[in-house]
């Protein structure tokens, strides 16, 4: 006997609307304000579909110990509703992932968003109509929908790369990757656990893991040059200048380099004397957050000469603070310049390592050979874990697109217009497929900034552009050839001019073997390209070709 499932709204399958003006792909932070705007602001008939058991996109599935954004509180939040900023009240500068989850659910609420997301739902495909000029999209349950509009929200950091370690399904214990956390959390006390990578996360759940565990054992491959996070809990008095200051802050991180509260110094690091840089760091160290990546000397990360100073001296920091000097040494990152990597916070990463029951091993030493169904062969040696945590990252940017079918004009594959790597106009569109909108996609600011900031600056474009194609009654925008090939040529020229693309990170694609190597996100600056996108769209969106059905060009 099959049952009819019903969805949100409690209608049956038979009854369920299948057209929409425009279906949104992820309830993260992106998706649910792409939903807000659309359905509630502009009316549109919209569904989310979601592949969680819950809203919350990157929050929703990195619930391992330890998990805390980056970003401080009162700017890692939306700003487009000023009584959402005024009523939330955030505990801590940086906070954590069960607060952050408290946030977004608080938001679903508030603008009843949860009605139109349907979650559990993997998007397996999404095919685009040249005759109706709509897209179809299938699910894995079994959906097959409509829309107008495609709104991709599905995150940059999304698709988890488990490395192909020979072995890993004979492990007899537990093991887990980061961003696919068990949602009842894991109890490590008395356990031996092997933590593999040692970037943002890995530092992260190490720090957390290692008050728990009886043995920990991180494998590092690239020492990183992790800075501290410097948190502090919110009193009433921070609380209340932050709320007060709510639209100064804010236009502020809008326009600035990186969506955070930092700005560059305004000086060339080559102008500064060994007292001024000394000065400089320290304040900065001191302090916690990035202040030394993106509120440093303006051409840190632009030559080897400008770098040296402060790789150097975050090294320093880092030898000073680990007692044993071979750990300290392991610890010390020397193959790659300082900022050319995602710069990771840590909250007492490196004092971990003072303790007896923690030890590093340098997998570049002594290689991973495979997984055992009692723990991790190295070239030296076996280590026996009850548990195995994989901090080992994403397949990022592109990684959630290749993810689906996509098939645009002609059928063409998205994966395989991009097999040698993203081609996009403003990171917003991709030629060839109409009417999808990427919500910080590749060649688009996205992970080297602030995301909601990123993502604000995205669905509000966005949904600017759908408004003024209902004005004009037009059905369909897609970006010319010569656009795209102009960005993606751009966007290259940029990361280039910079120290990044010498290091082997996920920017580059290199953490992925066979990935193509070319730098993902947009180096240019939030404001920058705000500013940019903002000239394409006043001088008639320009780079972009519209259509109505009936097939006329505007
Ligand atoms: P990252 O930054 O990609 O870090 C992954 C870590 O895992 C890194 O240390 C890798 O070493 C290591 N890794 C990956 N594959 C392996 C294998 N096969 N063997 C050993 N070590 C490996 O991901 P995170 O999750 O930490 O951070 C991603 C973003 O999420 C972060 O920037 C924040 O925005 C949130 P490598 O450095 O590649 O040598």
């Given at each position: 006997?099959?049952?009819?499932?019903?969805?949100?709204?409690?209608?049956?399958?038979?009854?369920?609307?299948t057209?929409?003006?425009?279906?949104?792909?992820g309830?993260?932070?992106?998706?649910?304000?792409?939903?807000?705007?659309?359905?509630?602001?502009?009316?549109?008939?919209?569904?989310?579909?979601?592949?969680?058991?819950?809203?919350?996109?990157?929050?929703?599935?990195?619930?391992?110990?330890?998990a805390?954004?980056?970003?401080?509180?009162w700017?890692?939040?939306?700003?487009?509703?000023?009584?959402?900023?005024?009523?939330?009240?955030?505990?801590?500068?940086?906070p954590q992932?069960?607060?952050?989850?408290?946030?977004?659910?608080?938001?679903?609420?508030?603008?009843?968003?949860?009605?139109?997301?349907?979650?559990?739902?993997?998007?397996?495909?999404?095919?685009?109509?040249?005759?109706?000029?709509?897209?179809?999209?299938?699910?894995?349950?079994?959906?097959?929908?409509?829309?107008?509009?495609?709104?991709?929200?599905?995150?940059?950091?999304?698709?988890?790369?488990?490395?192909?370690i020979?072995?890993?399904?004979?492990?007899?214990?537990?093991?887990?990757?980061?961003?696919?956390?068990?949602?009842?959390?894991?109890?490590?006390?008395?356990?031996?656990?092997?933590?593999?990578?040692?970037?943002?996360?890995?530092?992260?759940?190490?720090?957390?893991?290692?008050?728990?565990?009886?043995?920990?054992?991180?494998?590092?491959?690239?020492?990183?040059?992790?800075?501290?996070l410097?948190?502090?809990?919110?009193?009433?008095?921070?609380?209340?200048?932050?709320?007060?200051?709510?639209?100064?802050?804010?236009?502020?991180?809008?326009?600035?380099?990186?969506?955070?509260?930092?700005?560059?110094?305004?000086?060339?690091?080559?102008?500064?004397?060994?007292?001024?840089?000394?000065?400089?760091?320290?304040?900065?160290?001191?302090?916690?957050?990035?202040?030394?990546?993106?509120?440093?000397?303006?051409?840190?990360?632009?030559?080897?000469?400008?770098?040296?100073?402060?790789?150097?001296?975050?090294?320093?920091?880092?030898?000073?603070?680990?007692?044993d000097?071979?750990?300290?040494?392991?610890?010390?990152?020397?193959?790659?310049?300082?900022?050319?990597?995602?710069?990771?916070?840590?909250?007492?990463?490196?004092?971990?390592?003072?303790?007896?029951?923690?030890?590093?091993?340098?997998?570049?030493?002594?290689?991973?050979?495979?997984?055992?169904?009692?723990?991790?062969?190295?070239?030296?040696?076996?280590?026996?874990?009850?548990?195995?945590?994989?901090?080992?990252?994403?397949?990022?940017?592109?990684?959630?697109?290749?993810?689906?079918?996509?098939?645009?004009?002609d059928?063409q594959?998205?994966?395989?217009?991009?097999?040698?790597?993203?081609?996009?106009?403003?990171?917003?569109?991709?030629?060839?497929?109409?009417?999808?909108?990427?919500?910080?996609?590749?060649?688009?600011?996205?992970?080297?900034?602030?995301?909601?900031?990123?993502?604000?600056?995205?669905?509000?474009?966005?949904?600017?552009?759908?408004?003024?194609?209902?004005?004009?009654?037009?059905?369909?925008?897609?970006?010319?050839?010569?656009?795209?090939?102009?960005?993606?040529?751009?966007?290259?020229e940029?990361?280039?001019?910079?120290?990044?693309?010498e290091?082997?990170?996920?920017?580059?694609?290199?953490?992925?073997?066979?990935?193509?190597?070319?730098?993902?996100?947009?180096?240019?600056?939030?404001?920058?390209?705000?500013?940019?996108?903002?000239?394409?769209?006043?001088?008639?969106?320009e780079?972009?070709?519209?259509?109505?059905?009936?097939?006329?060009?505007?």
């Amino acid at each position: 006997m099959s049952s009819v499932r019903e969805d949100a709204q409690g209608a049956s399958a038979e009854e369920r609307v299948t057209d929409f003006d425009a279906v949104i792909v992820g309830a993260g932070f992106a998706g649910l304000y792409a939903l807000h705007k659309l359905r509630n602001e502009m009316g549109l008939s919209a569904r989310v579909y979601e592949a969680g058991s819950g809203i919350g996109g990157t929050w929703h599935w990195n619930r391992y110990p330890g998990a805390r954004s980056d970003s401080s509180s009162w700017i890692y939040c939306y700003s487009f509703d000023e009584e959402l900023r005024q009523e939330w009240e955030w505990s801590e500068r940086y906070p954590q992932q069960p607060e952050i989850m408290s946030y977004i659910e608080h938001v679903a609420d508030k603008f009843d968003l949860n009605r139109d997301i349907q979650l559990e739902t993997r998007v397996t495909e999404a095919t685009f109509d040249e005759e109706t000029e709509r897209w179809e999209i299938r699910t894995d349950t079994g959906d097959v929908v409509s829309a107008r509009f495609l709104i991709a929200a599905l995150g940059a950091l999304s698709a988890a790369n488990v490395p192909d370690i020979s072995g890993t399904e004979t492990f007899a214990g537990e093991w887990y990757h980061t961003a696919e956390w068990p949602q009842e959390g894991v109890d490590f006390t008395g356990k031996r656990v092997g933590v593999i990578g040692t970037g943002a996360t890995g530092i992260q759940v190490a720090t957390e893991i290692a008050e728990q565990a009886d043995h920990l054992t991180v494998f590092q491959r690239t020492p990183n040059y992790a800075l501290p996070l410097g948190n502090y809990p919110l009193d009433t008095e921070s609380r209340r200048q932050y709320k007060e200051n709510y639209e100064e802050i804010w236009e502020w991180v809008r326009h600035n380099f990186s969506g955070h509260d930092y700005d560059f110094i305004g000086k060339s690091i080559l102008e500064a004397t060994p007292e001024e840089r000394e000065r400089a760091f320290q304040e900065r160290y001191d302090r916690g957050g990035f202040g030394l990546w993106i509120g440093n000397y303006d051409d840190i990360l632009e030559s080897r000469e400008a770098n040296d100073p402060v790789s150097e001296w975050v090294r320093a920091r880092i030898q000073e603070r680990v007692d044993d000097p071979v750990t300290a040494e392991r610890l010390t990152p020397r193959d790659h310049a300082f900022g050319t990597k995602r710069v990771p916070l840590e909250n007492g990463y490196y004092e971990i390592f003072n303790r007896d029951h923690v030890e590093l091993v340098d997998v570049k030493e002594a290689p991973i050979e495979g997984i055992t169904s009692t723990g991790v062969r190295t070239k030296d040696g076996e280590y026996e874990f009850d548990a195995l945590v994989f901090a080992t990252g994403f397949d990022a940017m592109t990684g959630p697109y290749n993810k689906i079918d996509i098939r645009g004009r002609d059928g063409q594959l998205l994966r395989d217009k991009w097999a040698e790597g993203p081609r996009t106009y403003l990171g917003i569109m991709s030629a060839g497929y109409p009417n999808l909108f990427a919500i910080t996609g590749p060649q688009s600011p996205s992970v080297l900034t602030n995301m909601p900031v990123a993502i604000e600056q995205h669905v509000e474009w966005i949904s600017e552009v759908v408004q003024h194609m209902r004005d004009k009654g037009l059905d369909v925008i897609e970006p010319t050839r010569e656009a795209e090939d102009e960005w993606v040529d751009h966007s290259q020229e940029v990361a280039y001019a910079t120290l990044l693309p010498e290091s082997a990170t996920w920017y580059m694609g290199a953490n992925i073997p066979g990935k193509p190597q070319v730098f993902l996100p947009y180096l240019g600056g939030l404001g920058p390209y705000r500013q940019k996108c903002d000239e394409v769209a006043a001088n008639d969106y320009e780079g972009f070709a519209f259509a109505t059905r009936e097939g006329a060009n505007t």
